[in-house]
């Protein structure tokens, strides 16, 4: 007896199963789709990027850069510095690169002080601070060139890993000088590289 009602119990799940499809099928046909249709569908996907390149300077001896004796004088009340100053950022620096390194290689000069630039010519230069580091010089920037191409300090530039460039950093004038005495000066900044 039991082994009838499972078979009844099939037979009448088949039958559901079928009566369901013809009229799914039905439906289906009944609309007045014609061959050829299509039908969208959006799908999102997400997933990460994995990357492994990375890159490293290896630099031996000093990572500051001395400008040394910074002499300026004044005439008819206008003071000025006597002479440039403008010294390598990465002397006797080799940068070195591994793994996947087919993104763009990027480099930024940024202000310890995040967002204390000063500009000149609309170009964003380092801010310069008194000895400690408490009073900002408006009358002073130090500014960035790669390969004598002046670039915004702050922001990101592309480099060529194959053929490192030549980046120097020089000690302008920006102002009338109404604020320059005698002093030590300061600015602090880190040399950022990564794949962007």
């Not at 204390?116 to 002073?140: E, H, M, R």
Request: proline share 2%; net charge neutral; charged share 15%.
């Amino acid at each position: 007896m039991t082994m009838n009602m499972n078979r009844l119990t099939l037979r009448s799940l088949r039958c559901i199963f079928f009566a369901l499809l013809a009229v799914m099928t039905g439906a289906s046909a009944s609309g007045n789709r014609v061959a050829g249709d299509q039908f969208k569908m959006n799908i999102n996907i997400s997933g990460t990027v994995v990357a492994t390149g990375s890159c490293f300077f290896v630099k031996t001896g000093n990572t500051s850069v001395n400008f040394g004796d910074i002499r300026f004088n004044t005439v008819n009340g206008t003071t000025s510095l006597e002479t440039s100053h403008t010294s390598p950022l990465l002397e006797n620096t080799t940068l070195l690169c591994s793994g996947d390194v087919g993104g763009k290689l990027q480099m930024k000069l940024q202000s310890m002080r995040l967002d204390d630039y000063v500009t000149d010519n609309n170009v964003a230069l380092l801010a310069v601070y008194d000895a400690n580091n408490t009073k900002k010089y408006s009358s002073l920037g130090i500014k960035l060139t790669s390969n004598g191409e002046v670039k915004n300090c702050g922001q990101w530039f592309d480099v060529d890993p194959n053929n490192f460039p030549n980046l120097e950093v020089s000690l302008i004038q920006i102002g009338n000088g109404s604020d320059l005495q005698n002093d030590s000066i300061m600015s602090t900044a880190s040399l950022i590289i990564a794949f962007n």
